[in-house]
């Protein structure tokens, strides 16, 4: 195989080293939400559940199945939420109007009012952390957040798959001695 001239080897590694910044980084970030989710948690431990409402809000009435896909969780977990939603009144089960066997949970009107003060809650907190970026910083972080949502998304039957299959990673827990000092 020819070598590469010395420019394009440099554009090459270039874009692995943005590859794997990219991917520390987003790594980075899951970690800042899951100890923000946490403590949320400790406060609160229904706040796992509203974030069902939104693809209801958002999507319509759905079936658990269809909620379960949407936020990439396990049914079983929907369903002890769900329960939850339901007894709040958050939401309502009706008839599938394709399959009558069927249910799909809505969201009520108490639910919508949730979602409403949710977001506002959220956008009021990102806008104070960002309130030193400028509009086109904003703009260009929302395309691009928007784009890799999308890509990783739409990845996700693919990457299961993958992440299945590997066998270059040894099985198991690590233990605190394994990973002392390293981080991925």
Same mark, same amino acid.
């Given at each position: 195989?020819?070598? @590469?001239?010395?420019?394009? !080897?440099?554009?090459?590694?270039?874009?692995?080293?943005?590859?794997? #910044?990219?991917?520390?980084?987003?790594? !980075?970030?899951?970690?800042?939400?899951?100890?923000?989710?946490?403590?949320?948690?400790?406060?609160?431990?229904?706040?796992?559940?509203?974030?069902? @409402?939104?693809?209801?809000?958002?999507?319509?009435?759905?079936?658990?199945?269809?909620?379960?896909?949407?936020?990439?969780?396990?049914?079983?977990?929907?369903?002890?939420?769900?329960?939850?939603?339901?007894?709040?009144?958050?939401?309502?089960?009706?008839?599938?109007?394709?399959? #009558?066997?069927?249910?799909?949970?809505?969201?009520?009107?108490? #639910?919508?009012?949730?979602?409403?003060?949710?977001?506002?809650?959220?956008?009021?907190?990102?806008?104070?952390?960002?309130?030193?970026?400028?509009?086109?910083?904003?703009?260009?972080?929302?395309?691009?957040?928007?784009?890799?949502?999308?890509?990783?998304?739409?990845?996700?039957?693919?990457?299961?798959?993958?992440?299945?299959?590997?066998?270059?990673?040894?099985? #198991?827990?690590?233990?605190?001695?394994?990973?002392?000092?390293?981080?991925?």
């Amino acid at each position: 195989m020819p070598s @590469l001239p010395p420019v394009a !080897r440099s554009a090459v590694a270039a874009v692995s080293s943005d590859v794997a #910044g990219i991917g520390d980084q987003a790594i !980075r970030l899951v970690r800042v939400q899951h100890a923000l989710k946490a403590a949320s948690a400790r406060r609160r431990p229904d706040k796992a559940a509203l974030s069902l @409402l939104f693809p209801l809000h958002d999507r319509g009435p759905l079936r658990t199945g269809a909620l379960a896909e949407a936020l990439h969780a396990d049914p079983s977990t929907i369903s002890r939420h769900v329960a939850g939603l339901l007894a709040g009144d958050l939401v309502r089960r009706e008839a599938d109007p394709v399959d #009558g066997r069927a249910s799909l949970l809505a969201i009520t009107d108490a #639910g919508r009012a949730t979602c409403a003060a949710l977001r506002s809650h959220r956008n009021s907190l990102v806008g104070e952390l960002l309130a030193d970026w400028d509009a086109e910083d904003l703009a260009t972080l929302h395309h691009l957040l928007r784009r890799l949502n999308d890509t990783f998304e739409e990845a996700v039957p693919m990457l299961t798959e993958r992440i299945a299959a590997r066998d270059d990673v040894p099985a #198991g827990r690590p233990t605190p001695a394994t990973t002392e000092g390293h981080r991925p």
